[in-house]
T-cell receptor, first 113, second 112 residues
Framework: EAGVVQSPRYKIIEKKQPVAFWCNPI?????LYWYRQNLGQGPELLIR????????DSQLPKDRFSAERLKGVDSTLKIQPAELGDSAVYLC???????????FGEGSRLTVL | GQQLNQSPQSMFIQEGEDVSMNCTSS?????WLWYKQDPGEGPVLLIA?????ELTSNGRLTAQFGITRKDSFLNISASIPSDVGIYFC????????????FGKGTHLIIQP
């Protein structure tokens, strides 16, 4: 069974440019999460979806970050415009139900110059 | 917000030694999870704990859900080189209504 798939694995952009990350969760997992992991830190939740509904986006910087999960399967996370402080690894995770364990993708490492 | 204190921050041990790390929380969790993350990879689930007092093993790994529901520990017995990595504890409250809160990780380094 395929795990959580993310792309791209690496992205280098200049500040003020836009960037987008894509995630395909484990088949049948209705709950999808986007986390951000700064160097030397644990992951921090950005947004959580139940099917296509964003049920917790309280930690998402809405002035420049947006996310969508239109058909309740794949999801995209967008940053526009990117800032230097956005350099981090963006992790996507999915779980079968809200209370079941999360399974993570390999992450998308963003470097903003 | 919820905070997890994970310790130690790093460990330098000899191959074959046992390892112990723990997490404490300022609030109660209903679920404790332990993950391992290798460089350039996403966290991989090691053990999930759902009940206070629960003791669960996965090979050489053993984890316990503290009675107070505010702490958890992970033990690794007879460490081997592939155990190197960063271990994260994570807690979840609200019956799944909230996402996971992660500790800052324990960096395990094994000297052959």
């Amino acid at each position: 069974e395929a795990g959580v798939v993310q792309s791209p694995r690496y992205k280098i952009i200049e500040k003020k440019q836009p960037v987008a990350f894509w995630c395909n969760p484990i088949s049948g997992h209705n709950t999808l999460y986007w986390y951000r992991q700064n160097l030397g830190q644990g992951p921090e939740l950005l947004i959580r979806y139940e099917n296509e509904e964003a049920v917790d986006d309280s930690q998402l910087p809405k002035d420049r970050f947006s996310a969508e999960r239109l058909k309740g399967v794949d999801s995209t996370l967008k940053i526009q415009p990117a800032e230097l402080g956005d350099s981090a690894v963006y992790l996507c995770a999915s779980s079968l139900t809200p209370g079941s364990p999360l399974f993570f993708g390999e992450g998308s490492r963003l470097t903003v110059l | 917000g919820q905070q997890l204190n994970q310790s130690p921050q790093s460990m330098f041990i000899q191959e074959g030694e046992d390892v112990s790390m723990n997490c404490t929380s300022s609030s109660i969790f209903n679920t404790w999870l332990w993950y391992k993350q290798d460089p350039g990879e996403g966290p991989v689930l090691l053990i999930a704990l759902y009940k206070a007092g629960e003791l669960t093993s996965n090979g050489r790994l053993t984890a316990q859900f503290g009675i107070t529901r505010k702490d958890s520990f992970l033990n690794i017995s007879a460490s081997i080189p592939s155990d190197v990595g960063i271990y994260f504890c994570a807690g979840q409250s609200g019956g799944g209504a909230d996402g996971l809160t992660f500790g800052k990780g324990t960096h395990l380094i094994i000297q052959p």
